[in-house]
């Protein structure tokens, strides 16, 4: 199956007892067993949920895994994977990630003894230089968040299967529409369902897909033992967005070409981070390893102060300013005092994030109401 197919119907079947087309909501905790310890599939709804179940199965689908595990959020799923490790293991990581990741792993999980570097992961030298007898797994972004790097992401996993390291790759920023790392021989891919996948910025969502065992078999371990599991109506939204997730993703990626090749024109912008500009540094790899470039964008003003972008920001109409991003309504933001203020100023600063950078998530409006809402806002 192609990809839209698969959108509709990956691992999707008419529901058995009513044959409803679009999976029930099964608003239940617990399931009737015939005996003790003996049921149909499902006894508690902590371990398991036939909603949750048809979108494990889709999201799987997608992405070219066996299996897929579902959490109440993004940084759930992190967290189930990150209790793989024990004290002593080292995490390598991009120094250029999600705030939020950051935090989890320094705040949460450092102080359990699990060591963490942060580098430039498009400098594949410095990744094999940075790896410790003790490296367990790399944490991969591409495109990164919010400086829209692109990782080699074969060359990368290459280098962590010649040592046997596991390879997890954060793929949020460009859905399986536009990108399956599976394919690249990653051993899992991350998503926060919040964003594309669900796509209507009305549910809090987090999915982690894999064809390796001993993964997935610890995920489901701590779905039952962690418990930090979506509800049905999560679940049934998450569904219902991916439906049109090809429709969305491509009408906003149409959207964001034109008005990224229309802020490298303006007299008022300083720099436009967008892979699929031709002086991007890695536009050749993003046009290698991704079907599309991504409807994800950041600029600086000329003017590259906190306070003239903050006016800016502060003056558009249709993009509205609040963190996420992904959604059909397309989003301004400023990393540094939102999505990503729990790093500290030095370390953004080294890994080229600057305080007045713009990063907008760009929707499927009509593309002239929102270059014009650009326009009136410089």
């Known amino acids: ?195 594309y996948l669900a796509g209507h910025s009305d549910v809090i969502h987090g999915a982690v897909a894999s064809s390796h065992p001993a993964i997935m078999e610890n995920l489901r371990f701590q779905v039952k033992a962690g418990g930090a599991v979506p509800g049905p109506m999560d679940c049934y939204l998450t569904l219902r967005g991916i439906k049109t997730l090809a429709v969305r993703v491509q009408r906003s990626v149409e959207n964001t070409k034109k008005i990224a090749t229309y802020l490298d024109q303006h007299p008022k912008v300083g720099k436009v981070l967008y892979p699929g500009l031709s002086h991007h540094p890695q536009h050749e790899l993003a046009k290698a390893q991704m079907d599309d470039f991504g409807a994800m964008l950041s600029f600086t003003l000329k003017d590259n102060s906190i306070e003239a972008a903050t006016k800016f920001m502060s003056s558009t109409k249709l993009f509205t300013l609040a963190e996420s991003l992904g959604g059909v309504e397309s989003l301004i933001s400023n990393p540094a005092s939102m999505t990503h203020g729990s790093i500290p100023k030095e370390l953004r600063e080294k890994s080229g994030l600057e305080d007045s950078l713009i990063r907008i998530s760009v929707g499927i409006e009509d593309v002239e109401d929102l270059i014009a809402d650009l326009e009136q806002a410089f």
């Open 1 to 195: 199956m192609k990809f839209n197919t698969k959108a509709i119907h990956a691992g999707q079947k008419p529901e058995e007892t009513s044959g409803a087309v679009m999976p029930p909501i099964f608003q239940t905790s617990t399931f009737k067993q015939a005996a003790p310890n003996v049921h149909q599939g499902y006894d508690y709804a902590r371990v398991g949920n036939p909603t949750r179940t048809a979108l494990e199965k889709l999201i799987a689908g997608l992405e070219g895994a066996d299996e897929c595990a579902c959490f109440s959020s993004g940084v759930a799923a992190m967290d189930a994977l990150m209790k793989m490790f024990r004290p002593g293991d080292h995490i390598l990581s991009s120094d250029d990630l999600y705030g939020g990741s950051y935090r989890l792993f320094t705040s949460i999980f450092e102080p359990y003894g699990i060591e963490f570097t942060f580098i430039n992961m498009t400098d594949l030298d410095l990744v094999k230089d940075s790896i410790r007898p003790n490296t367990k797994m790399i944490w991969i972004e591409t495109p990164t968040n919010p400086l829209l790097r692109i990782v080699d992401l074969k060359g990368l996993i290459d280098i962590a299967k010649e040592r046997d390291i596991l390879s997890v790759v954060d793929n949020t920023f460009a859905s399986p529409y536009l990108q399956r790392p599976l394919e690249f021989g990653a051993d899992a891919v991350l998503h926060s369902a919040t964003k």
